[in-house]
């Protein structure tokens, strides 16, 4: 079992940076990819990143290349989504998710835990 708990969100200006945190409780987390999804009002929730479980592999959304980048630090059983130069559409509650499949996906359904999320607000 694997719990996820995500922070970092807020209110920012366009063209502004926030860092997300997804701490994560559970003995196997070294082992499990991750991911961050975001999903709008009104939306369906959507992939925004993806990581290996040691980092060496990373999926970005093409509305997100360039401008967010996916982290991790399994000593500290954490993972982090680093977003820079941030637009109003990029506005959304967002959350980190795990698997434990052995290939990294980009797929909502294809992960097997989630966090509770967290509001990041973007103003022009």
């Known amino acids: 079992q694997v719990q996820l708990v995500e922070s970092g969100g807020g209110l920012v200006q366009a063209g502004g940076s926030l860092r997300l945190s997804c701490a994560a409780s559970?003995?196997?987390?070294?082992?499990?990819?991750m991911g961050w999804f975001r999903q709008a009002p009104g939306k369906e929730r959507e992939f925004v990143a993806a990581i290996s479980w040691n980092g060496g592999t990373t999926y970005y959304a093409d509305s997100v290349k360039g401008r967010f980048t996916i982290s991790r630090d399994n000593a500290k059983n954490t993972v982090y989504l680093q977003m820079n130069s941030l637009k109003p559409e990029d506005t959304a509650v967002y959350y980190c998710?795990?698997?434990?499949?052995?290939?990294?996906?980009?797929?909502?359904?294809?992960?097997?835990?989630w966090g509770q999320g967290t509001q990041v607000t973007v103003s022009s």
């Open positions: 559970g003995r196997t987390f070294s082992r499990y990819a």
């Open positions: 998710a795990a698997t434990g499949k052995v290939v990294v996906p980009t797929k909502l359904t294809r992960y097997d835990y």
